[in-house]
């Protein structure tokens, strides 16, 4: 029978601002932390980024990021999820030095 859960996509650079590439260990010890709270999570390679790019008045960036993907089915209100996300986005905008984080949630079913 299907259900509703959550899927949540976080999107992180694999670099610092200044070019320098992000730690390992801060991407495993994210993994780890993210499946202690949600039971799984999938991540891309680090060796074969994404290329994102997005404007800022009339600058465009450009990042190369990798992708943390979630469902979940703990959490009991969307309240509490969001409460969650949050806190999570404002640690991960330290832990990595970025000014903003992308976290996307989908409202998807489960069969």
Same mark, same amino acid.
């Given at each position: 029978?299907?259900?509703?859960?959550?899927?949540?996509?976080?999107?992180?650079?694999?670099?610092?601002?200044?070019?320098?590439?992000?730690?390992?260990?801060?991407?495993?010890?994210?993994?780890?932390?993210?499946?202690?709270?949600?039971?799984?999570?999938?991540?891309?390679?680090?060796?074969?980024? &994404?290329?994102? @790019?997005?404007?800022?008045?009339?600058?465009?960036? +450009?990042?190369?990021? *990798? $992708?943390? /993907?979630?469902?979940?089915?703990?959490?009991?209100?969307?309240?509490?999820?969001?409460?969650? &996300?949050?806190? @999570?986005?404002?640690?991960?905008?330290?832990?990595? +030095?970025?000014?903003? *984080? $992308?976290? /996307?949630?989908?409202?998807?079913?489960?069969?």
């Amino acid at each position: 029978m299907a259900r509703a859960i959550r899927s949540i996509d976080i999107y992180l650079p694999v670099e610092y601002n200044d070019g320098s590439p992000i730690e390992n260990s801060k991407f495993v010890s994210l993994q780890r932390d993210l499946l202690h709270r949600f039971g799984g999570v999938t991540s891309m390679q680090r060796q074969f980024p &994404l290329q994102g @790019l997005w404007q800022a008045g009339n600058v465009v960036y +450009e990042d190369r990021v *990798i $992708l943390f /993907t979630m469902l979940d089915f703990h959490s009991k209100s969307q309240l509490e999820s969001l409460r969650y &996300l949050t806190r @999570l986005k404002e640690r991960l905008k330290k832990r990595f +030095e970025q000014l903003e *984080i $992308l976290i /996307t949630v989908q409202e998807i079913l489960a069969i």
